[in-house]
């Protein structure tokens, strides 16, 4: 029905070709994991119309409606646009960004969502040299996987700690899923080594003896997970939250403009040298 040009180019419009290669699956992109009640009644107006009454879920937060007739799509993509629903997110550009539940979340750091639709509004599929994947998680739990993406946010709190209000009561120390924390004669002990900024002991401590030094997030590159993986690198400084976008608008676009075609963030360290990237990245962030 469609030749291979065709394909490809529905693809960029997230009309995805079914094994059975008659008919697609059309994506539909979340704002950082949500859909609003009438999106959704949308989706399913086009799942019940043009599909088989059904939809899946994605592992970056889309919606799929698969299904649809080849000879629909522009019927599809007409009544998605009167419907105000966005439909993509494929090929070599920004892929759909996704975020935990941190801006809610009791454990989260940073406004999680809110970073993630700044983002998505400046860069959600502005093309790059591969595929390029973006993830904001809220603390070290790292629900969304941070870690191994092309660029991942974590959200952290940094804590100090003022022995003179500490009465021993042993809330942070119960709250230390690392035991980083342990009571000895009625006054905290922090094991710096064993605690990575969740930010549970600043939560759980009523007297102001464990306190926020600092809050904000790291932001990690060239991370990735598939037929092979690796951790991103952390870049070595906590980011304020209004620092954020402009970061990663810095980081995309030396990517953009060092890379080449195929090759994703964790290639290019690979061809030019973790070491020289990341020292160009930073003099790019901090001078």
């Known amino acids: 029905m469609f030749n ?37 009644e949308s989706i ?26 080849g000879n629909d799509i522009e019927s599809v993509i007409k009544e998605a646009k009167e419907l105000g629903l966005t439909h993509g997110g ?26 993630c639709n700044k983002l998505a509004e400046l860069h959600f599929a502005q093309d790059t040299p591969s595929k390029c994947k973006v993830t904001v998680t809220g603390c070290a739990n790292n629900c969304s996987k941070a870690s191994l993406n092309d660029i991942g946010i974590m959200g952290l709190t940094i804590p100090e700690f003022n022995l003179d209000k500490c009465v021993g009561c042993g809330m942070c120390a119960n709250s230390c899923r690392q035991k980083a924390l ?62 954020i976008c402009n970061a990663v608008e810095k980081i995309l676009n030396y990517y953009i403009e060092n890379g080449i075609p195929g090759e994703r963030i964790c290639h290019l360290m690979d061809r030019l040298g973790e070491e020289k990237v990341l020292r160009d990245i930073c003099n790019l962030l901090f001078n």
């Open 4 to 40: 291979k040009k065709k394909i490809a180019e529905l693809k960029g419009f997230g009309f995805l070709l079914q094994n059975d290669n008659e008919h697609f699956s059309v994506r539909f992109i979340s704002k950082a994991g949500n859909f609003t009640t009438s999106e959704m």
């Open 44 to 69: 399913s107006k086009i799942a019940n119309k043009y599909g088989r009454g059904y939809i899946g879920l994605t592992t970056r937060l889309s919606i799929e409606v698969p299904w649809i007739n």
């Open 90 to 115: 494929t090929g070599k550009k920004l892929r759909p960004l996704v975020a935990c539940k941190g801006t809610i979340c009791l454990h989260g750091n940073i406004d999680t969502q809110g970073i």
């Open 182 to 243: 342990t009571v000895i004669d009625k006054k905290i002990v922090f094991d710096k080594s064993k605690c990575v900024d969740c930010g549970n002991c600043v939560r759980s401590c009523k007297l102001g003896a464990a306190t926020c030094k600092k809050k904000g997030a790291q932001i990690y590159i060239g991370g990735r997970f598939g037929r092979s993986y690796r951790f991103g690198t952390n870049l070595g400084k906590v980011f304020e939250e209004d620092e």
